[in-house]
């Protein structure tokens, strides 16, 4: 059972490289997120999506693109890296349908680190 | 805007001791309120959940939490504290729109 996959586990890059990750989920949710981990913030929604094709931004977007164009996979884009982008990167997804407020499935995270 | 407290950054606990974490939420109507575990170097596992009815909800692992709507809060209990409970534990709490606010975390630590 994979749930949900998240690409690449590590990563460190420059100021100014660019990046994606990849969160691929296998349980045909419509909703999926992507969270930041910071030390004493716990996790703060960057992006989600309600589907394929549509995506809207979180409490903190600025820096970062996403994409949604098939409805397993939630992708996350870093233009130019700088190191505040320094975090820990979840991925999440959920069926609505099934009710309010189901409980989100999370990977097991990608750590990225800009030097 | 909804918000979540979580007051303890770090517990330290015995083996066997009982625990107690607290959570303290902000939310206009009704909340649905999480804790989750998180393990080193893993994603988050839900615990249990609270939508409605009984305010004393049972989760996995042996946890429990209480929903007191006076005090705005959601504490997770647990009567006997194993080592393998060492870990960071979120509190959240989400709206009708499935978007779900995390409190800052507190870390568990377990005396052997």
């Known amino acids: 059972n994979a749930g949900v996959t998240q690409t690449p586990k590590f990563r460190v890059l420059k100021t100014g490289q660019s990046m994606t990750l990849l969160c691929a989920q296998d349980?045909?949710?419509?909703?999926m997120y992507w969270y930041r981990q910071d030390p004493g913030m716990g996790l703060r929604l960057i992006h989600y999506?309600?589907?394929?094709?549509?995506?809207a931004k979180g409490e903190v977007p600025d820096g970062y693109n996403v994409s949604r164009l098939k409805k397993q996979n939630f992708l996350l884009g870093l233009e130019s890296a700088a190191p505040s982008q320094t975090s820990v990167y979840f991925c999440?997804?959920?069926?609505?349908?099934?009710?309010?407020?189901?409980?989100?499935?999370f990977g097991d995270g990608t750590r990225l680190s800009i030097l | 805007a909804q918000s979540v407290t979580q007051p303890d950054i770090h517990i330290t606990v015995s083996e066997g001791a009982s625990l107690e974490l607290r959570c303290n939420y902000s939310?206009?109507?009704?909340?649905?309120l999480f804790w989750y575990v998180q393990s080193p170097g893993q994603g988050l596992q839900l615990l249990l959940k609270?939508?409605?009815?009984?305010?004393l909800v049972q989760g996995i692992k042996g946890f429990e939490a209480e929903f007191k709507r006076s005090q705005s809060s959601f504490n997770l209990r647990k009567p006997s504290v194993h080592w393998s409970d060492a870990a960071e534990y979120f509190c959240?709490?989400?709206?009708?729109?499935?978007?779900?606010?995390f409190g800052g975390g507190t870390r568990l630590m377990v005396k052997p």
């Open positions: 999506s309600v589907g394929e094709g549509t995506t």
């Open positions: 609270y939508f409605s009815g009984d305010t």
């Open positions: 959240a709490v989400g709206d009708s729109g499935n978007m779900l606010t």
């Open positions: 349980m045909n949710h419509e909703y």
């Open positions: 939310y206009g109507a009704t909340p649905y």
């Open positions: 999440a997804s959920n069926n609505p349908g099934r009710g309010p407020n189901q409980p989100q499935h």
